[in-house]
């Protein structure tokens, strides 16, 4: 089982981001997947979640609005669009398998002024 994220990096507050997750070694399609953030010094924080089907979308309180999960199971990969970037979001992303058995190994954003 593989995970690779990317598409991380360094944007003003305010901006955009789009993270991807690559999946190799399982069954894509029949998983629900999800994202987790990391903060410098913080625990983690489940931040999405998307269903089989991508039609049942979760987010936490502080993300909604502002971030959209979708998949291709086709490519086997999923995203996380993240707009109007704000300080607080500056973190180490992950994207994980349900339940949390399978973890990439992170994206880091930062955002800043």
């Known amino acids: 089982v593989q995970l690779v994220e990317s598409g991380g990096g360094l944007v003003r507050p305010g901006g955009s981001l789009r993270l991807s997750c690559v999946t190799s070694?399982?069954?894509?399609?029949?998983?629900?997947l999800h994202w987790v953030r990391q903060a410098p010094g913080k625990g983690l924080e489940w931040v999405s979640a998307i269903n089989i089907g991508g039609d049942i979308l979760n987010y936490v309180d502080s993300v909604k609005g502002r971030f959209t999960i979708s998949r291709d199971n086709a490519k086997n990969t999923l995203y996380l669009q993240m707009n109007n970037l704000k300080p607080e979001d500056t973190a180490l992303y992950y994207c994980?398998?349900?339940?949390?058995?399978?973890w990439g190994q992170g994206t880091r954003v930062t955002v800043s002024s």
């Open positions: 994980a398998t349900h339940p949390f058995r399978s």
């Open positions: 070694g399982f069954a894509f399609s029949d998983y629900w």
